[in-house]
């Protein structure tokens, strides 16, 4: 029977093929938790009477989502989480450590041909690598601490097809926020979606992870994209859906022409090109997220500041993926490239983009950032206007003080 690699996937981990409509009982390789979830999953964990991880090795707690503590009830489910940590002996990461997406993928908890769960919407992330991830409940991921297993429903899974090459200086974040804009922010509800084509060939494994990230932004289960061309550190065998495999639906775009993209306030399907909002206005540049931090990204927006200062009344907060991006952004000199230009450093977490501290924006501000979300509240203050865009495109506003095309 012809698979698209969800089905692929999901039937080596039930133990038999399976097609999407049905439901299936897999076994996991690995399961994380943030300090928005963890707290929750651990409690339901101890409510089910849980005594010890069905696979310790296989379990991570990260602190990213409000770190370092902003406050005393913050502070004491952060203990909650290092105590259950040692207790249990699974892996913990504490503040400062990095964004829980860019963790799994750089110290390689999760490997092309996984089926992982985080309690994270953004899971999908590792899509990049060719793993089958989702996000889940902090109660679902409790059962699977205990168990190591899951229930799902297989997807059906939209095939998008992307021909041509991307123009310099309009990058992978640019390319989904156009396919968000046309399969909108419900387009793809509970169903996969596979990434093809020439154009992403030559990707490195950064933009893929901003490509697989927001396939959250269409409602999807999770996004796959195409393994050709990836590059990973240590050996791995590709995925590839067979050739006459059934897609729910299949769509094809040339993306030799695309000019870089702008989601204006308040939907990340609210997008257009750049070109359509020269000029607005800006208060505050963000660059971060688990979309949009990794070294390359730093790379971009430094190649858009060096030897220049940012525009008088804005402000540019910037958070790395993770201590080693940041290290490494120290050694090859990027890090004294944004600082001279005016950028402040925050430590590497979610703060941010979720709102939780470290860059809420005030009353009517207009916010240009290179996170995935821009929802009416998100970056916490629902009077706030937030303008997704890509790095570079974030870096040349906070020099303008407007949104500038590159």
Known sequence: MAQTISEKIISRHAGKTVSAGEIAIVNVDGVMATDATAPFAIKAFRAMHGKKLWDATRMSLIIDHASPAPNENVANLHKL???????????????????????????????????????????????????????????????????????????????????????????????????????????????????????????????????????????????????TGLALWYPFEPIFADADASYVRELTFDVSALRPQIAKPHSPENVVPIDDVLGQKIQ????????????????????????????????????????RVFNEAMRDGTAAILSEAGASFITSGCGPCVGSHLGVPGNDEVVISSANRNFKGRMGNPNAHIYLASPAVVAAAALAGEIVDL
């Open 284 to 323: 505050y540049a963000f660059i971060g997220s688990c979309t949009n931090t990794r070294l390359e990204d730093l790379h971009a927006a430094a190649a858009v500041l060096r030897d220049k200062k940012i525009a008088n009344g804005v402000r540019l907060i910037v958070t790395a993926a993770s201590k």
């Open 81 to 227: 989480m290092r105590e259950f940590a040692a207790e249990m002996g699974c892996r913990l990461y504490d503040i400062g450590e990095g964004i829980c997406h860019q963790l799994m993928v750089e110290d390689a908890h999760v490997k092309p041909g996984d089926l992982f769960l985080g309690a994270d919407s953004h899971t999908p992330t590792y899509g990049a690598l060719g793993a089958f991830a989702v996000g889940v409940g902090s109660t679902d991921l409790a059962a699977t601490m205990l168990t190591g297993r899951t229930w799902l429903k297989v997807p059906k899974t939209i095939k998008i097809t992307l021909n041509g090459q991307l123009p310099t200086g309009v990058t992978s974040k640019d390319l989904v926020l156009f396919l968000i804009k046309a399969l909108g922010v419900e387009g793809a509800n509970y169903q996969a979606v596979e990434f093809s084509g020439e154009a992403l060939h030559s990707m490195t494994l950064a933009s893929r992870m901003a490509l697989a990230n927001m396939s959250s932004e269409m409602g999807a289960k999770t996004g796959l994209v195409d393994m």
